[in-house]
């Protein structure tokens, strides 16, 4: 057996070359010769919260022109929690239309992203940002990124307790580094040795995703990532956290090392020992990950190969303490509540649908439009879902007539008829500018969801809360794995069919049809769709059913321990 090394891969050298991510970001902005940025400074960037990408339905016509690629840059901020106040909102809405390509997109991450901005424009609009109180630092890249958490405002009280500890989390796993201030601040380098105690000077293998759920709610997939805290509460009362780690969606086509994977639940910390934890666990990765692929650089994989009882015991020798027993919990299910619910104070919160998160003015729905209206004169604030959603929040008992009348009035009203697959699917952007895309993901979803609704209709089934996601690449940013129904895009107009998650996010689904197109999709689920309204039982779901009849293996849930 070799001894040899294996070679580190070019990111590792980038981020080793970096000086802690600076790079020749600096140079590469104001180069007047080309859209885009050197090849090295694509990989730092993204710690910046930046991808460069090209409008790829351009991109041959272009090549033909000999013009280089229509090149433009998305950013994508850090907002924990996903909580933006109005004047937040009314802040990228004017980033949107001055500088981006007029639409805003709520993430999957409970964060925004602003598509389409131009080299030029990336300072002044970093700089608006972060005016704003917000910014975009570690939105991407081998760190920490947007730490969610359940946006449930109805019981303010507690989600008050929690949310803050998912800042104070974000905060705590921030790159120290100075770098994102001197570059599009224009802040100037401070003297002296400066370090990174948490990531090191090359960071993390690959990136980190933590979330804080508050059962029964797990509206933020909580097992999908790498590092989760299930919020334990007796009496109303935040009592602590049972800790999950390992999660995480992505896969490669054809590369059995690559997979998906639920997290573990560890134990139970008191609150207090809250951010020790992410930031020890943080390490681990730093330490353990493979450094080598970054296919197989996910903290999942250092669970899945050393084992949880490997894991747990180094993590409680690096905390000096031992992790309590899981307390138990319960999730009903991991979807958004539509419509007007009302909080222990008095307040109400609206939940709106947005198709894939994309606010933007179309005809007979003015979106961005009306959430500007609505902004100008909300009281309370907005909060991002996981699931691409939008809350107007804290909204007093008297206003909620102007709230509708501007919610009607700009075709935001949709969820009030549209059936429970629309409402609960999910879409990545895919194409035509995520790079990594193999098909359409975001561009497909509608008239993808009005076919199946289609069949759904035929079968007396519309009322079913079936839960649909569409990537356009196995990579996972939609959380495909944990859906009812799947599309994994193989290739243009191809998707590999997924079957038999859970309304909950407990459990993965499992591969049904591989590299099939639309009609072969549909033909695949008709005779499921027909067999499902024959034999379902009373309250099951889709994905329940598939299971329990066989179509597809039932894969290990992840549960609560008992009580």
């Given amino acids: 057996m070799s001894t040899t090394p294996k070679p580190l891969t070019e990111v590792e050298h980038i ?29 730092l960037i993204k710690f910046h919260g930046s991808y460069q990408q090209d409008d790829r339905d351009v991109r041959e016509e272009r090549r033909q022109q000999k ?13 924990p929690g ?39 424009n990336l300072k002044p609009t970093i700089a608006r940002i972060n005016q704003a109180l917000m910014d975009t630092l570690a939105a991407c890249g081998d760190v920490n990124r947007n730490v969610m958490c359940n946006p449930n405002p109805v019981d303010s009280r507690v989600h008050e307790t929690v949310y803050r500890w998912a800042v104070r989390i974000s905060e705590h796993l921030l790159p120290r580094t100075r770098a994102y201030y001197e570059v599009w601040m224009g802040d100037e380098k401070v003297g002296g040795v400066e370090e990174e105690p948490i990531y090191g000077p090359t960071y993390l293998p690959r990136k980190f995703k933590a979330a804080v759920a508050v059962p029964p709610l797990n509206d933020v997939d909580v097992f999908a990532q790498d590092l989760g805290f299930i919020a334990i509460l007796e009496g109303g009362e935040l009592v602590g956290f049972n800790v999950s780690v390992g999660g995480g969606m992505g896969a490669t086509h054809g590369d059995a090392a690559t997979y998906p994977r639920l997290a573990d639940v560890l134990g139970f ?14 390490k681990m990765h730093r330490d353990f990950g493979d450094r080598t692929s970054r296919k197989h650089a996910r903290l999942k994989y250092v669970l899945e190969e050393r084992g949880v009882p490997w894991f747990t015991a180094e993590l409680e020798k690096r905390l000096g303490f031992t992790l309590g027993p899981a307390r138990p919990f319960a999730f009903e299910h991991n979807g958004d509540r539509f419509g007007w619910t009302e909080g222990h104070d008095g307040k109400w919160h609206l939940t709106l649908h947005l198709d894939s998160g994309r606010v933007a003015d179309r005809p007979g729905a003015t979106h961005l439009t009306g959430l500007r209206e609505i902004a100008h004169v909300h009281q309370g604030d907005f909060r991002l879902t996981g699931n691409q959603n939008l809350i107007i929040a804290g909204v007093p008992a008297a206003e909620r007539a102007r709230i509708d009348a501007l919610v009607a009035k700009h075709g935001l009203d949709g969820f009030r008829t549209a059936s429970p697959l629309r409402r609960n699917a999910l879409a990545c952007v895919a194409l035509p500018t995520c790079g990594l895309a193999m098909a359409e993901a975001e561009r497909y979803l509608p008239d993808f969801v009005q076919r199946v609704e289609a069949r759904l209709v035929a079968h007396g089934l519309l009322d079913a809360n079936l839960l649909l996601r569409i ?80 179509h597809v293996p039932a894969a290990p849930a992840k549960a609560a321990p008992a009580a």
């Fill in 471 to 550: 990537t356009g690449c196995p990579n996972g940013c939609a959380r495909p794995y944990l859906a009812e129904v799947a599309l994994v895009g193989k290739a243009p107009g191809r998707y590999n069919l997924h079957l038999g998650g859970d309304a909950r996010g407990q459990r993965l689904n499992h591969l049904y049809r591989e590299n099939i197109d639309e009609a072969g999709i549909l033909a695949a689920l008709e005779p499921l769709f027909a067999q499902y309204a024959r034999e379902r039982k009373q309250g099951e779901g889709f994905g329940d059913f598939v299971v329990r009849a066989g």
């Fill in 269 to 282: 910390i008191p609150p207090e020992k809250t951010l020790q934890v992410a930031e020890e666990v943080v």
């Fill in 67 to 79: 013009l280089e690629p229509d090149y433009s840059f998305m950013l994508r901020t850090r907002l």
């Fill in 82 to 120: 996903g909580v933006a106040t109005p004047a937040q909102w009314l802040a990228l809405d004017a980033l949107a239309r001055e500088f981006a390509n007029h639409t805003l997109r709520i993430t999957t991450r409970q964060a925004f992203q602003l598509h389409g901005v131009i080299k030029d």
């Fill in 15 to 43: 981020k080793t070359q970096s000086r802690l991510l600076r790079g020749t970001l600096a140079e590469s902005l104001v180069d007047p010769v080309t859209g885009a940025i050197a090849p090295q400074d694509t990989a």
